[in-house]
């Protein structure tokens, strides 16, 4: 017999622990969102529009011109005022900050910690850079991480051969 996940009974989560979707609802409880129209009016207005997504999401989807580059495992640091790793651009806590990801999930939770932070103008992009692409708005890109051979590819070559 092969064991499969409803064969399983679920595990019993710890007393006081919360599911993603509790912790994802809660996030965006706290924020103004915007939807990628008024991301972009904001940024243009003097907003930092800040691209958590790692480097192989900026290169396989585009990235927004003029953007800042922050990856998620250290947007705190960056922009904290109290931390000495922090950003020219972390000045103060009034600092308006729009996060944007790939699809609007992860920017929810990293907005949210932001405003942990103090910096209570945090928010993200609903639906993300995908949500951004498809409204038209500025963006670069793709760019391949790995710049193609000026040599004729192997599937050409062997024709080359025969």
Do not use: K
């Not at 399983?8 to 710890?14: K, R, T």
């Not at 006081?16 to 969102?33: F, K, P, V």
């Not at 639906?127 to 710049?147: K, N």
């Amino acid at each position: 017999m092969q064991i499969t996940a409803e064969h399983c009974p679920a595990p019993v989560p710890p007393p006081g622990s919360r599911g993603i979707d509790e912790i994802l609802t809660a996030a965006r409880a706290r924020l103004r969102r915007l939807d990628p129209e008024r991301a972009h009016l904001a940024y243009r207005a003097g907003a930092l529009l800040v691209d958590i997504r790692p480097a192989a999401q900026r290169a396989a989807h585009g990235v927004v011109p003029g953007s800042l580059i922050v990856e998620r495992n250290v947007l705190e640091w960056r922009f904290d005022p109290r931390c000495a790793a922090r950003l020219p651009q972390a000045v103060d806590y009034d600092v308006p900050v729009v996060i944007l990801c790939q699809e609007g999930y992860t920017s929810s939770l990293a907005a949210a910690a932001l405003q942990d932070v103090g910096l209570h103008r945090a928010t993200d992009v609903v639906g993300g850079f995908a949500a951004w692409r498809i409204a038209g708005l500025p963006a670069l890109g793709p760019t391949p991480l790995h710049h193609p051979s000026p040599l004729a590819s192997p599937v050409n070559a062997g024709w080359a051969r025969r």
